[in-house]
């Protein structure tokens, strides 16, 4: 049975102009989440840094952002200007995070790997600070831009479609890279490219978009504050706030779907690369990262009408039931990938592809609006609106899975044996351990996160009764006399 539908408010619509917009966000979002990786085995190939040190340092942010992450997040919920709670963060961000993704491709020449190492490190952790300034105000941006529920779907779908686009040059940046005599010369002026394409794309949010609900926000801190200020008393609403984020359970089992679904792609997108180069072309890295680069752009492709579909799909069934059907579509194309990695017909693994899509195509279009819903519930709880705090857990999980992803890659590549001066001449465990792991891994954790999403209250019925609630007690706050 379909979820009832009703008329959306006049006043609740997003124009077409304010959704692209916000996707303009989405793709310098997109395209930094997927650059940072996408050149990082450079390193080894290229610098000399083991395997074993490349998991350990593109891990270590993660730590940081632990930190970091619910600041910045509780900072834009606090902030107050003349422009708003979120946009300053989000305009000065986008520039800071550009500058520092230029710099970190920046090596000098003739060091040794553990200098290297330590500059990407060192590199790395300021650029995911830059990140974070960016991208958690402008998640929670998104969070509060219409209260409808149809209307987020279909503002999540739009800028999930653009940001699509992000995700197609990062897949091209290490075979572009490659095309130089020197590919860390490449890796330079692939990323002064990027710089400039997220400094543009990244501060349109900031320009064109305005805050509904950032004169609510305020009010609701100052009645559940007492008129407290000063900086104890900042630090303990913070805690304050990150604990009660941490102890929602509905939104805690929203990150792990994320993590699971993300995790899933991430680990294979980088792994895959592995298993072309060396399975497929017989350890031709440079057919292997154009084929790969190939196959994300295959993805993304078909994406573009996989979150058309999930969009118009969800609207008609329910944001939950289409999300179920997306993964299950998934797996099946991940399945498929057992016959598709052929030396014989290196073409074949395009053919899963689109299926494979399904994954990420619904969750940045499905997650985001269900995640409006819980910080509606959240602030029925609490009393005060959290969105950059929610934005900032919710993103730290999408960083974590990233990060994740790469320290298992490493870890199950170290496992299968693959010994890259061998080239193709692996061994058969070797190769057959490559498969297993490409194919198995991402059908795992999207079996784990379809049991838990059926677990979660989130509709159309739900999210209309907690609106109605929100803005019965809004009003009666407007209507109470001073004391």
């Known amino acids: 049975m379909s979820e009832a539908v009703t008329e959306t408010r006049p006043e609740d619509r997003i124009s077409f102009l304010h959704r692209l917009a916000y996707g303009s966000g989405a793709f310098a979002n997109n395209l930094l989440a997927n650059g940072i990786v996408a050149m990082v085995v450079l390193l080894n190939e290229n610098l000399g840094v083991s395997l074993v040190m490349l998991g350990l340092i593109t891990s270590l942010p993660r730590l940081f952002d632990a930190v970091t992450d619910p600041i910045i997040g509780y900072m834009s919920d606090n902030f107050k200007s003349r422009w708003g709670r979120r946009r300053p963060f989000i305009f000065v961000g986008a520039i800071l995070v550009a500058v520092c993704f230029f710099f970190l491709w920046q090596f000098p020449d003739g060091q040794s790997p553990t200098f290297y190492a330590w500059y990407y490190l060192i590199g790395s952790l300021i650029f995911f600070l830059a990140y974070t300034i960016f991208a958690t105000p402008w998640v929670a941006l998104g969070y509060e831009l219409t209260p409808d529920y149809d209307q987020r779907t279909l503002l999540m779908g739009t800028q999930n479609f653009i940001g699509q686009i992000g995700f197609i040059p990062s897949f091209f940046m290490l075979a572009i890279a490659k095309q130089f005599p020197d590919a860390i010369d490449g890796a330079r002026w692939v990323a002064g490219g990027v710089a400039i394409l997220v400094i543009i794309t990244g501060i349109i949010p900031a320009i064109f978009l305005r805050e509904r609900l950032a004169t609510v926000a305020l009010q609701e801190k100052k009645a559940h504050r007492g008129g407290k200020t000063g900086f104890l008393s900042e630090i303990g609403a913070f805690f304050k706030s990150m604990g009660q984020t941490l102890t929602f359970v509905p939104f805690l089992k ?22 072309l180069a060396y399975y497929v072309y017989s350890g031709d890295t440079a057919a292997g990262a154009a084929m790969a680069g190939l196959l994300g752009t295959t993805g993304i492709v078909a994406t573009f009408f996989i979150v058309a579909f999930v969009t118009y799909l969800a609207k008609r069934i329910g944001q939950r039931k289409t999300f179920i059907i997306a993964i299950a579509l998934a797996m099946v194309g991940y399945a498929l990938k057992t016959f598709a990695y052929s030396p014989e017909n290196p073409w074949w693994i395009l053919v899963p592809a689109p299926l494979m899509a399904f ?43 990233q990060t994740v992803a790469i320290m298992a890659g490493a870890w199950l590549l170290a496992t299968t044996g693959l010994d890259a001066s061998l080239g193709g001449e692996q061994s058969d465990a070797t190769f057959f351990l490559m498969r297993v792991y490409d194919i198995g891994v991402p059908i795992l954790l999207y079996t784990l996160a379809l049991g838990l999403i059926m677990t979660i209250n989130v509709s159309k019925e739900k999210s209309q009764a907690v609106r109605q609630q929100l803005e019965e007690r809004r009003q009666a ?3 109470a006399p001073a004391e």
């Open 254 to 275: 929203l990150c792990l779907v994320t993590f699971l679904v993300f995790n899933g792609f991430i680990l294979i997108s980088s792994y895959s690369y592995w298993v």
């Open 359 to 401: 994954g990420l195509g619904s969750l940045f279009t499905l997650m985001p609006a269900m995640m409006a819903d819980i910080v509606d519930q959240d602030e029925l709880r609490t009393g005060e609106r959290r969105e950059g705090m929610f934005a900032s857990m919710y993103w730290w999980v999408v960083k974590l899975g």
């Open 477 to 479: 706050e407007v209507n």
